[in-house]
């Protein structure tokens, strides 16, 4: 008894082999041996003819096995009778053998008398309702004895052994279809390693002003979307418990103001310097970022200063009407709630921080023998990891900086997008492709068709009606669902592109008992 299990499509296929290969060898007087059969795969815009028969012995009664599928659909032809037409190359009257009804979906059987020894120009011809259509396929040899007949079979090529048997059987039961690899024009672009990341001044981190207990009717929560200026809470101050006199914060405010004025002139140089391309975006982030804090610190020395004289007129130990407000500085979604009711904080600690969604920065990292080329970039499209379509974008603001990271010993571009329906996630990483203005005309495949192994694309590429080869291909540019190829298929070729899986398990197949049909 056999131990080892095959997928069950695989099996019924193997213990059908033999009975077929006789059926389509032994109809005839003398038929060939069983491994002199010879086989016909042809491909019109509506069918596919797989079709196997001995060699052709002049006089003799042959059966012809005939496969037929509609490439509208990839099933089984069902219906109506085929024929082979043989027409003498050196003129005369044509020999039409007749075919069968279907034995089964598919299936067909053509069956007569061979015309005398010559060269013949035959075609099978197709009779369906709704259907008509004819193979030509070219010319072939009727011999005039089987010694030469044979002799001729086995100068044939022989069958790739690596390829992968998948039989018409199966390619009907399972989901199966196929597609010419064509020359197409295909934009040329260039593949680098990217991630989102806020824009410049979309990211805030709004902080205490100064120290005090954080209060709020309602606590703000991760993923909430603020407007600019929307209230956050307030923080409710107390004064030190030795006092401060009067001097000393007006020289607080004093030192505060001139930090902000610094910080303005700063920004201001970093702002002229980027539109120079001179320093990295990052520069007027961090820049900006410094302002917000000296601003909160002027803020913060003169509402010290005030809640100074409101106790000293009161008489109170609270201040009274000095809450701080706490406001969101920027529109966008609360990623991080750092704050709890009622709970003190120093001054600068971060309470909450907000990230603009609407608008990201994509960066991508490109090899310095790119940079050229990326710096022409007309759209994009961004790969994530696990899925399946990459995302089309539209680049709006592009900053380069014009220097190598020596990090990543790469040009950082930072590619400003819409991102208005939130696809694209802060801190998502995958692979950017940027394309160019240039199209270059090469051999197109879907991108169904494209398969990965250990990194390396490769395809599956239908050498006959039942035969497949596994084809490492060279990617040039993938654009709008095509795939751009330099190498590993050329046009005419057929690929799978629904399937590719079971045709990956019939390989499990190999050595044992041959394929076939029966007929």
């Known amino acids: 008894m056999m131990k080892r299990t095959l997928p069950v499509a695989i099996v019924v296929s193997i213990l059908l082999a033999t009975a077929c290969r006789r059926g389509a060898t032994g109809a005839g007087q003398g038929a060939s041996p069983e491994e002199h059969t010879l086989d016909v795969t042809s491909w019109t815009q509506q069918t596919e003819l797989f079709m196997e028969h001995p060699p052709l012995v002049a006089g003799q009664t042959i059966r012809f096995a005939v496969h037929l599928t509609k490439l509208a659909d990839f099933q089984a032809l069902d219906a109506g009778r085929p024929s082979i037409e043989m027409s003498p190359v050196s003129g005369g009257t044509a020999v039409t053998l007749p075919g069968s009804e279907p034995l089964r979906p598919g299936a067909f059987r053509v069956e007569g008398k061979l015309p005398p020894a010559g060269q013949y120009r035959w075609a099978l011809l197709v009779n369906a309702p709704g259907l008509s259509d004819r193979h030509d ?127 303005k002139a700063d920004l201001a140089r970093a702002e002229r310097l980027l539109e120079e391309r001179a320093v990295p975006g990052r520069r007027v982030e961090d820049a900006r970022r410094a302002l917000a804090v000296a601003d909160a610190r002027v803020t913060a020395a003169r509402a010290r200063l005030a809640q100074r004289d409101e106790v000293l007129r009161s008489g109170g130990g609270t201040a009274s009407g000095n809450a701080f407000i706490l406001r969101a500085p920027i529109a966008g979604r609360v990623v991080e709630v750092l704050a709890a009711l009622g709970t003190s904080y120093t001054e600068g600690t971060p ?94 495949v879907p991108q169904e068709a494209v398969l990965m192994e250990a990194g390396r694309p490769y395809v599956f590429v239908q050498v006959s009606g039942e035969q497949f080869a596994r084809r490492f291909v060279d990617v040039a540019s993938r654009d709008a669902g095509l795939v751009g190829v330099r190498a590993g298929v050329k046009p005419g070729d057929r690929v799978v592109t629904r399937g590719a899986y079971e045709v990956q398990l019939a390989s499990a197949a190999k050595g044992l008992p041959a394929e076939g049909h029966v007929h």
Not at 352 to 381: C, G, H, K, M, Y
Request: net charge negative.
């Open 351 to 444: 309470l909450f921080r907000i990230v603009r969604s609407d608008r990201v920065e994509l960066q991508a990292q490109v090899p310095p023998n790119e940079a050229a080329i990326a710096r022409t970039l007309t759209a994009i499209a961004f790969e994530i990891p696990g899925q399946a379509d990459a995302i089309a974008l539209k680049p709006d603001h592009v900053h380069d900086a014009g220097v190598i990271d020596p990090k990543t010993r790469a040009l950082p571009l930072q590619i400003e997008v819409e991102n208005r329906n939130g696809q694209l996630l802060v801190g998502q990483t995958g692979t950017a492709v940027l394309y160019t203005g240039r199209t270059q005309r090469i051999a197109v």
């Open 137 to 263: 396929l070219g010319s072939t040899m009727v011999f005039a004895d089987e010694a030469t007949a044979i002799v001729d079979a086995e100068k044939q090529p022989k069958k790739d052994a690596a390829a992968i048997a998948y039989l018409k059987e199966q390619q009907w039961t399972n989901p199966f279809s196929t597609a010419v690899v064509r020359e197409g024009d295909v934009r040329t672009s260039i593949r680098v390693p990217a991630a989102i990341e806020p824009v410049t001044g979309g990211d805030a981190i709004v902080a205490a002003p100064a120290d005090g207990r954080y209060a709020s009717q309602q606590l703000p929560s991760v993923g909430d979307r603020v407007t600019a200026g929307q209230t956050l809470g307030r923080l409710e101050p107390r004064l030190s418990s030795g006092g401060e006199d009067r001097a000393s914060l007006e020289s607080t405010v004093a030192e505060a103001q001139a930090a902000l004025d610094g910080a």
